[in-house]
């Protein structure tokens, strides 16, 4: 077994604190040969508190790419518990599929967990289901068991784009046109809010087994969501979406989802603000599933946690607002809550 602290070491021909997407306070490694296991844990920021974020099961090309997308996936949690000023710090892990998910993977990573002492709690993420970690909370008191997120992320976007449209056309949703990528628990959630609410939903997925059993008639699944025309496109499945190549695809004048890092870089929220189109930065808007995995711990009941939910949109008004009167990207109006 190898639990390390690589913070400041050269690892797998890396060093880690002069990475370029580093600005964190600790990287973890973690290596079970009686598993498989191999993870790591990135904690950006635990001022307010211990670090708190899903953990994915997903395959990487490389160690590089694993630790880009584990230091840039914490990072975003600081800044979206900041922005919803949830009092916990930013964290991620992530688990390298080199193998089938079993449950001695799973236990290993409880044990990894424990071994950080508290540093960082886990909750689900892509590939990493409430069951497995419900199944993991056998082993570790460091894992958020109580809720799936995604319906709570899901309903802070359903408020966000309920907003957005007001502000931007002094419409309701019916009968407004909404493409939504990813059919997984915040995209078929957020559709069927939308749907029900009287919009027009189209939805894709690369499962299309998740588009198979839809019996709203408001939902309609299709191949392409990204280049639809639409009133909102909702990113809600993989992040880093959008280049200076993609976004010249896109037909739609709202953009607001819930998939995380969905620039490649930030200068194409400038780029899509030059184009006419509204870019709502997921750190400003997908905090919702942060707010339902903590209220229990917060002691918060089920109106104050819908209260939280509702506040997403009202500061979504408060940025859009600014970014209107000072002619600006919404990226930055909200770069102070970011810091």
């Known amino acids: 077994m190898i639990f390390r602290d690589i913070t400041d070491t050269k690892f797998k021909g890396i060093e880690i604190s002069s990475y370029h997407e580093f600005d964190h306070e600790k990287v973890y490694y973690y290596e079970d040969d009686n598993t498989g296991i191999k993870s790591l844990v990135a904690i950006h920021d635990s001022s307010k508190g211990p670090a708190i974020g899903g953990c994915r099961f997903k395959e990487y090309d490389s160690f590089e790419q694993g630790l880009n997308d584990v230091l840039r996936l914490s990072r975003g949690m600081t800044h979206k518990n900041n922005v919803a000023q949830i009092p916990f710090g930013g964290g991620k892990a992530i688990i390298f599929q080199e193998?089938?998910?079993?449950?001695?993977?799973?236990?290993?990573?409880?044990?990894?967990?424990?071994?950080?002492?508290?540093?960082?709690?886990?909750?689900?993420?892509?590939?990493i289901s409430l069951e497995d970690i419900r199944f993991i909370k056998k082993y570790t008191e460091f894992v958020f068991d109580?809720?799936?997120?995604?319906?709570?992320?899901?309903?802070?976007?359903?408020?966000?784009?309920?907003?957005?449209?007001?502000f931007c056309f002094s419409q309701p949703l019916t009968d407004k046109k909404i493409s939504i990528q990813g059919a997984g628990s915040v995209g078929m959630h957020l559709a069927e809010h939308l749907a029900n609410d009287g919009a027009n939903v189209f939805i894709s997925d690369i499962d299309k087994s998740k588009l198979e059993n839809i019996e709203n008639p408001n939902i309609n699944p299709i191949d392409d969501a990204f280049s639809l025309e639409c009133d909102v496109f909702s990113p809600c499945a993989l992040g880093a979406i959008f280049n200076k190549s993609s976004i010249k695809s896109l037909n739609c004048k709202i953009i607001a989802g819930g998939a995380n890092n969905q620039l490649q870089d930030l200068s194409i929220a400038n780029a899509l603000h030059n184009r006419g189109i509204i870019y709502i930065p997921d750190i400003l808007i997908n905090s919702g599933g942060a707010i339902g995995l903590t209220k229990d711990l917060m002691k918060r009941n089920e109106v104050e946690t819908e209260s939280d939910l509702m506040n997403i949109a009202y500061r979504v008004r408060e940025a859009l607002t600014e970014s209107h009167e000072k002619s600006i990207s919404l990226q930055d109006t909200i770069r102070e809550l970011i810091i």
């Open 99 to 127: 193998s089938h998910k079993s449950d001695n993977l799973l236990r290993s990573y409880a044990n990894f967990l424990n071994l950080l002492e508290g540093q960082y709690i886990s909750a689900e993420d892509i590939g």
């Open 146 to 166: 109580n809720i799936d997120p995604g319906p709570y992320t899901a309903k802070g976007i359903y408020y966000v784009i309920k907003e957005a449209i007001n």
